[in-house]
């Protein structure tokens, strides 16, 4: 089993920034890939960044430019940050591990961008 632990969400003015973070406990050896996705109210969970063990990232074009995504091996976190804020990034955001086929996920963090 792999826990995740989100944090960092709020609300913020558009053009702004934040930074979120996810902590991974319990089995984490062999975690193949970790990812931010979003779920907007009415629509459905899309990728927003994903990074690999070996630390290949893609990105939605809707955030290429704007966001980074980003780990820190030592403390067992990803982090995502989000600049350039734009009140359609408002959403529900989760992370994700990958680990030998079986997909975790996190509890979710709020993001508000008001215009």
């Known amino acids: 089993q792999v826990q995740l632990v989100e944090s960092g969400g709020g609300l913020v003015q558009a053009g702004g920034s934040l930074r979120l973070s996810c902590a991974a406990s319990?089995?984490?050896?062999?975690?193949?890939?970790m990812a931010w996705y979003r779920q907007a109210p009415g629509k459905q969970r899309e990728l927003v960044a994903a990074?690999?063990?070996?630390?290949?990232?893609n990105y939605a074009d809707s955030v290429k430019g704007r966001f980074t995504i980003s780990r820190d091996n030592a403390k067992n976190t990803v982090y995502l940050q989000m600049n350039s804020l734009k009140p359609e990034d408002t959403a529900v955001y989760y992370c994700?591990?990958?680990?030998?086929?079986?997909?975790?996920w996190g509890q979710g963090t709020q993001v508000t961008v008001s215009s």
């Open positions: 319990g089995s984490i050896s062999s975690i193949a890939a």
């Open positions: 990074i690999t063990s070996g630390d290949s990232t």
């Open positions: 994700a591990a990958r680990r030998m086929l079986t997909n975790y």
